[in-house]
């Protein structure tokens, strides 16, 4: 079933903005034996971006001595890492940070941060409004961490929301959290340089940058090492990917996204390879072509479509018109015919008429996706369509739409899966079905969920096996091990 979720509504939970990790804390240090002088609870929000990110911040922590919890009432620390994307993302980091002032009026000393793109995008501001907060932490400045804290410890109120045009955080092995062991995420590039007009990304994550090719090649190669087998790299944009490197003097080669995707597949077979979101107009045949050509990159892409209307499109600056879009799909789907795709999509953008509407339900339906994130209209301010265009479509017709466009998702993720009986699938098992703990969970390589009963005992999570597709629901494949 969908989940909705007043403006969101989401198929698989699994990707994007995973609606079942939101406000998730960590604790991944449980039998770590070190004494630590002060313990940090850390609460996550938003994208993957922010949940890597998270990652990140956990180790520069740990690193200065600072251990994690999971119980908030322990906590000398207290961090949200945010998320703007959407106003209900906004206040929901604002009741949670109600929630913290009686923590903090029974615990001395106890100092609250807000980390991320609301971090960013409200900075000082954020301290008039939300006085219990104490520090106001960018997402480029999260190295500023330790003397932020130190200030705070002071009694003065730190802010760091520099953005920069370099920091990847290349060289912080992040610390693994909540994870289960089979896949990982890894950061290969930050901020976007779209500027898509709804998006207030540009402004919180700043301009693009790749991280250093080697440092990736090496953190996926770790994680195959400890036993990980699957890899997914994030950005904002993947597949604008390009890195040059400037201190080495053999390798002066740029690596493009397909030259990276190439390079971690090679590390090893059993290892498989994922990316996550891809800019339509960026990706291109040389992608396509590495996919086809190695099994290990899985068949699956997030290719955000967000109108189908050719003028909706251009008032939105995605740099394609519907026609362009189409032929992508149709490309993708003569290269790997076996393809997955999905799709975010936003309804009632500024002066959407029914006819632009009607366009996004028939494009929706020309490619065919597996899924979509499926979200109305929230204008963010300081975005250029905040600045250029009325938000006119009511919240009535916003939300209609958006019922419609979930409807035919529902539709098309059905009618995919039904496809799909009678056919075997090479799947990696990621642990426990929910329901039963006779069956296992997996991923077909197009990040289809699919249960089935745990015949063999010998098979473990992060084995790969081949099952058959018997029955289906909207959302997984049930199926028998052959
Ligand atoms: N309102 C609604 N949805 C938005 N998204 C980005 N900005 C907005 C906004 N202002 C959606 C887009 C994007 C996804 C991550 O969030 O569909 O691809
Ligand atoms: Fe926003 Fe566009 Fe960048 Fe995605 S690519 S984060 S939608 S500006």
């Given at each position: 079933m969908i989940d909705v979720v007043t403006d969101k509504l989401i198929p698989n939970p699994d990707e994007t903005h995973d609606e079942s990790r939101q406000g998730e804390a960590f604790s991944p240090f449980k039998l770590d034996p070190n004494q630590y002088r002060k313990r940090f609870y850390i609460e996550s929000y938003g994208c993957q971006m922010n949940f890597a990110d998270s990652e990140i911040v956990a180790s520069i922590l740990n690193q200065q001595g600072y251990g994690a919890t999971r119980n908030v009432e322990e906590a000398d620390l207290i961090f949200l890492n945010t998320c703007s994307i959407r106003e209900k993302a906004e206040q929901t980091v604002r009741k949670r940070l109600t929630e913290f002032r009686k923590i903090k009026e029974q615990k001395k000393g106890l100092l609250v941060g807000v980390l991320g793109c609301m971090a960013e995008r409200l900075k000082a501001k954020l301290l008039e409004e939300e006085l219990l907060v104490d520090m106001v932490v960018g997402p480029d400045a999260y190295r500023s961490l330790p003397s932020l804290i130190e200030e705070a410890e002071t009694g003065q109120k730190a802010v760091n929301?520099?953005?920069?045009?370099?920091?990847?955080?290349?060289?912080?092995?992040?610390?693994?959290?909540?994870?289960?062991?089979?896949?990982?995420?890894?950061?290969?590039?930050?901020?976007?340089?779209?500027?898509?007009?709804?998006?207030?990304?540009?402004?919180?994550?700043?301009?693009?940058?790749?991280?250093?090719?080697?440092?990736?090649?090496?953190?996926?190669?770790?994680?195959?090492?400890?036993?990980?087998?699957?890899?997914?790299?994030?950005?904002?944009?993947?597949?604008?990917?390009?890195?040059?490197?400037?201190?080495?003097?053999?390798?002066?080669?740029?690596?493009?996204?397909?030259?990276?995707?190439?390079?971690?597949?090679?590390?090893?077979?059993?290892?498989?390879?994922?990316?996550?979101?891809?800019?339509?107009?960026?990706?291109?045949?040389?992608?396509?072509?590495?996919?086809?050509?190695?099994?290990?990159?899985?068949?699956?892409?997030?290719l955000p479509v967000q109108s189908g209307s050719t003028r909706i499109l251009q008032l939105m600056n995605r740099t394609y018109t519907r026609e362009w879009y189409m032929s992508k799909v149709n490309?993708?789907?003569?290269?790997?015919?076996?393809?997955?795709?999905?799709?975010?999509?936003?309804?009632?953008?500024?002066?959407?008429?029914?006819?632009?509407?009607?366009?996004?339900?028939?494009?929706?339906?020309?490619?065919?996706y597996d899924y979509s994130y499926m979200f109305f209209y929230s204008e963010r301010p300081g975005t250029l369509a905040q600045k250029r265009y009325r938000d006119d479509v009511p919240?009535?017709?916003?939300?209609?739409?958006?019922?419609?466009?979930?409807?035919?998702?529902?539709?098309?993720?059905?009618?995919?899966?039904?496809?799909?009986?009678?056919?075997?699938?090479?799947?990696?098992?990621?642990?426990?079905?929910?329901?039963?703990?006779?069956?296992?969970?997996?991923?077909?390589?197009?990040?289809?969920?699919?249960?089935?009963?745990?015949?063999?005992?010998?098979?473990?999570?992060?084995?790969?096996?081949?099952?058959?597709?018997?029955?289906?629901?909207?959302?997984?494949?049930?199926?028998?091990?052959?």
């Open positions: 929301v520099l953005l920069s045009r370099e920091e990847t955080y290349a060289d912080i092995s992040p610390v693994r959290l909540n994870s289960n062991g089979v896949s990982a995420f890894v950061s290969i590039m930050r901020g976007c340089n779209n500027m898509c007009t709804f998006c207030v990304v540009p402004f919180t994550r700043g301009r693009e940058r790749s991280r250093d090719a080697g440092s990736i090649l090496q953190e996926c190669k770790d994680l195959f090492n400890q036993g990980f087998r699957e890899v997914t790299l994030l950005g904002q944009n993947v597949d604008s990917y390009y890195f040059q490197s400037l201190t080495s003097e053999v390798n002066t080669v740029p690596i493009t996204f397909s030259m990276l995707l190439e390079s971690i597949a090679l590390i090893s077979p059993e290892l498989r390879v994922r990316f996550s979101t891809s800019h339509p107009k960026d990706i291109t045949d040389d992608v396509l072509f590495a996919m086809r050509k190695y099994e290990n990159i899985c068949r699956y892409i997030h490309r993708i789907r003569e290269i790997i015919p076996d393809c997955g795709i999905s799709s975010d999509i936003i309804t009632g953008f500024c002066t959407e008429e029914e006819n632009d509407h009607e366009d996004t339900l028939a494009i929706m339906k020309h490619s065919g919240d009535a017709v916003k939300k209609r739409r958006l019922y419609e466009v979930v409807e035919m998702q529902n539709k098309l993720s059905l009618e995919s899966n039904i496809k799909d009986i009678g056919k075997s699938y090479k799947v990696l098992i990621e642990g426990n079905s929910r329901k039963s703990e006779n069956d296992w969970m997996g991923r077909s390589s197009q990040n289809k969920v699919v249960v089935f009963p745990k015949i063999n005992n010998e098979l473990k999570k992060g084995d790969y096996v081949m099952v058959k597709v018997k029955s289906v629901t909207q959302g997984t494949l049930i199926g028998d091990i052959v």
